[in-house]
């Protein structure tokens, strides 16, 4: 029998702080970037757990149903959350919420969830040899793979791209024929390896930081929830470490044992992205693999077509969040890391409210709200 993955995604309808100009462009594609990479995991999951966090979306999710294996897990309900942070009112949060809803929920179930791919909504999912991924993962447990991630650039736009990151080698500069390539334009295979290692002939590793310590100060959640790091507990190198960018893809395949000991954190630092593999990385027995052959293993982030095409000729000087970012010194940029940190008061671990068995009210439900339509 064909092996399977469980696919985790978050029907995001929220602003990411640190890249707001980029998640609130072009909200109107939303539910077309999600068709597609819906489609393109089709023959590849057992079970889809969709998360949202309001009614419109819970309403646009609901003719998803029809394919039988898919699960929306709704979050629009305040009772579920009482005096704890919730992605209602942070919807930024809503990956985190959703992944440690079923994490809880698949723990040992090995044999029925093997397997967990996370995704954002926007990318299309493709891959050259999908079972030598479940392979790779069978034989070391520790190992999760990302995938090389894939932007759509217009050609007007290449050369402003090209100054943003000027260290990007060309040959991350590449063809490819997706489902939304337009005039011949060029694709960038983003989060280009920082520090690597050889793994194997089709994977290489993306290394963490020898400066980190053999423990994560993050780990230090109390009994009943709260945390007192202090912010010189906390690294900011720790948060923000170069690294974390080679190893990222807004995606990966992880095994369930090592899905199950990831500890998925609320913390105000880039929360879209602790979800999308930051959690995962810093995890002390993760290993974090992308393909040697960027076509081999590789998501299409299609949001990042509408980001490309209104990029400024210069980026530095562009009057937008990533664009004043790009000018701080590192000294500055740490400082607004850890004031982030400090704003949204400690690490939060999330509750375990059972969403997952609440809300399986809406899908038992789905057949009457569809006689009703």
């Given amino acids: 029998m064909n092996k399977k993955f469980t696919t985790v995604i978050p029907y995001f309808c929220g602003l990411s702080e640190f890249s707001p100009d980029h998640t609130r462009q072009a909200m109107h594609l939303r539910e077309e970037w999600f068709r597609s990479c819906i489609h393109s995991l089709r023959p590849y999951t057992n079970q889809f757990f969709i998360g949202c966090c309001n009614k419109a979306d819970e309403e646009a999710l609901r003719p998803y149903l029809l394919y039988g294996n898919i699960q929306v897990v709704s979050f629009n309900r305040p009772d579920l959350f009482p005096g704890n942070l919730n992605p209602i009112d942070n919807p930024e949060y809503l990956p985190i919420f959703l992944l440690f809803q079923v994490q809880q929920f698949i723990k040992d179930k090995v044999d029925k969830y093997p397997y967990v791919y996370f995704t954002e909504m926007d990318q299309p999912f493709y891959?050259?040899?999908?079972?030598?991924?479940?392979?790779?993962?069978?034989?070391?447990?520790?190992?999760?793979?990302?995938?090389?991630?894939?932007?759509?650039?217009?050609?007007?736009?290449?050369?402003?791209?090209?100054?943003?990151?000027?260290?990007?080698?060309?040959?991350?500069?590449?063809?490819?024929?997706?489902?939304?390539?337009?005039?011949?334009?060029?694709?960038?295979?983003a989060n280009e390896p920082v520090d690597v290692s050889n793994y194997d002939e089709f994977f290489y590793v993306n290394k963490k930081p020898t400066t980190w310590n053999a423990k994560n100060p993050l780990d230090e959640v109390l009994s009943d929830g709260s945390y007192e790091p202090g912010v010189d507990l906390v690294s900011v190198d720790y948060l923000d470490d170069d690294s974390y960018g080679g190893a990222y893809g807004a995606a990966y395949l992880i095994g369930n044992e090592l899905f199950c000991d990831t500890q998925f954190e609320t913390i105000d630092f880039q929360p879209t992205e602790q979800a999308g593999g930051h959690c995962v990385f810093r995890n002390r027995n993760s290993i974090a693999l992308k393909s040697r052959d960027m076509f081999y293993f590789h998501?299409?982030?299609?949001?990042?077509?509408?980001?490309?095409?209104?990029?400024?000729?210069?980026?530095?000087e562009a009057n937008t969040d990533f664009g004043k970012w790009l000018t701080m010194g590192e000294k500055e940029k740490d400082t607004k890391i850890n004031e982030q940190f400090k704003k949204s008061s400690p690490p939060i671990k999330p509750l375990d409210s059972g969403v997952l068995d609440k809300t399986k009210n809406m899908n038992a439900s789905f057949g009457q709200w569809l006689s009703n339509k």
């Fill in 299 to 316: 998501v299409d982030h299609l949001s990042g077509y509408e980001y490309n095409k209104n990029l400024p000729r210069n980026p530095k």
């Fill in 127 to 189: 891959c050259k040899d999908v079972n030598n991924l479940f392979d790779t993962i069978d034989k070391n447990p520790n190992a999760y793979i990302v995938p090389q991630r894939f932007e759509q650039i217009p050609s007007n736009k290449l050369d402003a791209r090209k100054k943003m990151f000027p260290d990007v080698p060309d040959e991350r500069f590449v063809k490819f024929r997706g489902h939304f390539s337009e005039n011949d334009n060029y694709y960038i295979v």
